[in-house]
């Protein structure tokens, strides 16, 4: 089993920056894509961003420019700094961590990210 843990979310206004963190622990070895969904109030959940423990990363169009994903391998910990925040990245934010060697994907708990106009 993976856990993941987040935290960092929270209200801000149109404009700010939220630094999202999600660390995590347990069958942690062999983790290699790391990253973040996120899914808005009556919409289905989509991907953000995503970084491999190589540091090679991806972006949803909608963020880029505006997000940085980052990892800190030796505390298996991914990281999203989001700035100019817009209300339509209002959403819960899910931190998620596949494992193709384990046929699952595991997830945290969510943190919700509101983004007041």
């Known amino acids: 089993q993976v856990q993941l843990v987040e935290s960092g979310g929270g209200l801000v206004q149109a404009g700010g920056s939220l630094r999202l963190s999600c660390a995590a622990s347990?069958?942690?070895?062999?983790?290699?894509?790391m990253g973040w969904y996120r899914q808005a109030p009556g919409k289905q959940r989509e991907l953000v961003a995503t970084i491999t423990s190589g540091g090679n990363t991806v972006y949803v169009d909608s963020v880029k420019g505006r997000f940085t994903i980052s990892r800190d391998n030796a505390k298996i910990t991914v990281y999203l700094q989001m700035s100019s925040l817009k209300p339509e990245d209002t959403g819960v934010y899910y931190c998620?961590?596949?494992?193709?060697?384990?046929?699952?994907?595991?997830w945290g708990q969510g943190t919700q990210v509101t983004v007041s106009s």
């Open positions: 347990g069958a942690v070895a062999g983790i290699n894509v």
């Open positions: 998620y961590a596949p494992r193709p060697a384990l046929a699952r994907t595991f």
